[in-house]
């Protein structure tokens, strides 16, 4: 009985435990799937570059969602990005759009090997 228990407590600690990946597959637009799939490549290739830091990370605004690429040693602010690829045309600087304040549920899709889930700019 206790071989049982301690299986099936095993066994739940596996299937709830956090992924990588947090978002399916048919979640993710086909740009962005290839934009990854570069982002893997450099970060092997070249460890050491500052793609090495970086993350994709999804919010949902108004219903739809928008993808943002965030880099801790990037000075660039992140652009927001549809799934169908277009981008907000909002100030970057003005952290007081609609956008900023209404955007949630922060997903990460992907993140590089030295990522560091940062809170939000």
Known sequence: ????CL?????????YCKKDNLTSDKDIPEWL?????HQEQVTKDTPKLM???GGWIRYNWRNENYFEYHNPLSSS???AISFNKDTLHISVYDVNTNYYKEKCCKTVVWKAPKFS???DR
Do not use: G
Request: hydrophobic share 50%; net charge positive; proline share 7%.
């Open 1 to 4: 009985m206790k071989k049982l």
């Open 7 to 15: 299986l099936l407590f095993i066994s739940f600690i596996f299937a």
């Open 33 to 37: 799937k290839l934009d990854i799939k």
């Open 51 to 53: 793609n090495s830091y």
């Open 77 to 79: 602010f992140p652009r």
């Open 117 to 119: 889930d940062l809170p």
